[in-house]
């Protein structure tokens, strides 16, 4: 570690203490630290080399970048270096800003990381292999769920619902629609399917009682909410501490035709909106992320988003 004075000298600039409260979270390299501060490279390699020299930071190849990170010695929690970037975070203007496109950065990384393994699943059902498909992965992983009561909120024909109810102890399902909710009695019914309630009534104004259900599944539904973020807060309101959502939805787009075509309230939404949506209603540990992307055009894009009820 070198001297104090030296140390000091080199966190007196701002541009480095943001460098610093970036890589306090998350290993970054050079072209990563570009983007969020909008500097240009030798500029941040500059800091770099500075915040190197002084003991503060350290950096492992990986494939051909650079990734740095904050050196341990010194900066565990509560000394006096973690106090300083704690006042810096609340100093400094732009660092909430930056904490924000270091989110933004984060998620174009799990991206390019998805779109390989999203090019890989895509060979799945290209060559023939008997017995393979979609339909038995998602069977097979349904089936080592623990059983829980579910609610499926939107749930329309009931399709999903029935799909849920082979590992649940009880599926509802809640639809405003009573053609649909009749469609999916019956569909229960001629499958000799037991453990599925059908209920109609309003994402908005659920009629399940407080803490009755595990789990709660957005399908496809929530962009037909007239107010999204009340449909959220009733899933607060009906799941049991400790249980968990999942919104599966469509990513904003600009498809006007689909409020016509689809009956559709809302043209999806970010993963921002979702992510403050959820965190209004109560939730913790929220997770979101872009799943798929369809090939043909308008090219929907599936949102994946996961909280949990705090205990």
Partial sequence: ??????????????????????????????????????????????????????????????????????SHPGLADGSPMDEILSRAQAEIPEAAHDQAELRRVIRKRQDKMRSFFDSVAGRLGKDYVPG????????????????????????????????????????????????????????????????????????????????????????QSLHHALHPERALKEAFRILAPGGRIVVLDLLKHRFEEARELYADEWLGFSEADVETMLEKAGFAAIQTSVVYKEPETPQFQTMLGIATKPI
Avoid: C
Avoid at 63 to 70: T, V
Avoid at 175 to 186: F, K, L, Q
């Fill in 132 to 219: 393979q498909s979609w339909k038995s992965v998602a069977e097979a992983l349904l089936r080592l769920m623990p059983p829980m009561t579910i609610a499926d909120l939107g749930a329309g024909d009931g399709t999903f619902a029935l799909l849920l109810a082979q590992g649940a102890k009880k599926v509802i399902a809640v639809d405003t629609s009573a053609r649909m909710i009749e469609v999916g009695r019956d569909l229960a019914q001629r499958n000799g399917i037991g453990n599925v309630e059908f209920r109609l009534g309003d994402m908005e104004e659920v009629p399940i009682a407080a803490a009755e259900v595990e789990l709660v599944f957005f399908s």
């Fill in 1 to 70: 570690m070198a001297s104090i004075v030296k140390i000091l000298r080199v966190v007196a600039d701002p541009n480095r203490l943001r460098i610093l409260l970036l890589l306090k979270d998350e290993e970054l390299s050079v072209a990563e630290l570009q983007e969020i501060l909008v500097m240009g490279q030798s500029t941040i390699s500059t800091h770099l080399s500075q915040l190197k020299q002084a003991g503060l930071v350290e950096d492992r190849r990986t494939g051909k970048n650079n990734l740095y990170r904050l």
